[in-house]
């Protein structure tokens, strides 16, 4: 069973949410955005082999460089998913939207 991370990034904060691959959610929080700060809520809340999501939108550069740099701190990123995706706006409450 695979953990999913979903993320909101923001300049400052991230909203994270973790769920589980039937969609239930399993932790939803906070944290600073550099990536250091994301790889370690994520690992700490889903584990090593979690796969992650970041939503697009305004903040689409800074998504795109926090994307890159999860790589290299070695988490798996699936995609850079659009908010639209599901026919769901993604916010920091809805964010396990890009997850599923």
């Known amino acids: 069973m695979f953990l999913y991370v ?3 990034v923001s300049q400052k904060t991230t909203a994270c949410c973790i769920v589980d691959d039937s969609g239930r ?3 939803r929080g906070e944290c600073r955005t550099p990536p250091d700060d994301i ?3 994520a ?3 889903a584990g090593d082999d979690a796969r992650i999501g970041i939503e697009t939108g ?3 550069p800074c998504s795109h460089s926090c994307r890159l740099q999860c790589l290299d701190l070695g988490l798996i ?3 850079l998913a659009a908010s639209h995706r599901h026919g769901v706006r993604c916010g920091p ?3 396990v939207g890009i997850c599923t």
């Open 77 to 79: 990123v699936l995609s």
């Open 93 to 95: 409450h809805t964010v």
């Open 6 to 8: 979903g993320l909101d």
């Open 43 to 45: 690992r700490r809340h």
């Open 39 to 41: 790889a370690a809520a």
């Open 25 to 27: 959610r399993l932790w």
């Open 58 to 60: 305004s903040m689409t």
